[in-house]
């Protein structure tokens, strides 16, 4: 009788202890409007394993400052696709608007000089799947969509010369979009756009509809 008792006190207690386990469980989720995504921790995403995201509408952030201002707003930061899930996502949204997506990524200030840019197809820091571009936040690990470029980046720079002097100065396209995939007719779309500068629709140049938020869940 005794042992049976210990034994009924014994499941007894397991089961409340599983029960306890389960209801102190997280569970998470993200604000409203925004999609919760799993991720692989690595060294270079902060060992995020979740990160939520949107594609938050406006069409003036191909300016920096705005894109960054348009996520603040949802106590966000611009941000980047980091699987084929995440890019498959966004890329609905392109399609569906027929035009492009502000993202983060910024050119890395250790390329401005001409050699080092020149240089990028030989497999060093600045080559487009290493360093060339930069993320600003550390959630993201830009190892999967450095490998999905429309074409080679730079794709646009003007040189120029200020009044009174000799020295060259290029302009080069620092920030990043994911694009019209229909315009481009590649199976890449991540494309690199002069910052600041509104999409001049007489030339063909495709105009942003969004930009791309993302936030640790709650």
């Not at 060259?168 to 002069?194: P, R, V």
Request: glycine letters at 6%; aromatic letters at 10%; one cysteine or more.
């Amino acid at each position: 009788m005794i042992l049976k008792l210990i034994i009924f006190c014994s499941l007894l207690f397991s089961n409340f202890a599983a029960d306890a386990s389960n209801s102190t469980e997280k569970v998470l989720h993200c604000q409203k409007g925004f999609k919760l995504y799993d991720r692989v921790p690595t060294d270079r995403n902060r060992n995020t394993s979740h990160w939520c995201m949107k594609v938050v509408e406006h069409s003036d952030v191909y300016d920096r400052p705005t894109a960054r201002s348009v996520c603040m707003d949802y106590d966000a930061v611009i941000t980047n696709v980091e699987n084929q899930k995440e890019l498959d996502d966004v890329n609905a949204l392109i399609r569906d608007n027929n035009k492009r997506v502000a993202v983060d990524g910024v050119f890395n200030p250790k390329c401005r000089s001409f050699d080092n840019w020149k240089m990028r197809k030989f497999g060093g820091l600045c080559d487009k799947r290493k360093e060339l571009f930069i993320l600003e936040d550390d959630h993201t690990d830009p190892t999967f969509i450095f490998g999905k470029w429309a074409g080679e980046p730079p794709t646009a720079s003007d040189k120029y010369k200020e009044k009174g002097d000799d020295v060259d100065i290029y302009t080069i396209a620092e920030c990043l979009s994911l694009h019209n995939l229909a315009a481009i007719n590649t199976t890449g779309n991540l494309k690199d756009f002069l910052c600041g500068e509104e999409p001049d629709k007489q030339v063909g140049e495709v105009p942003f509809f969004g930009v791309l938020c993302g936030c640790e869940p709650e």
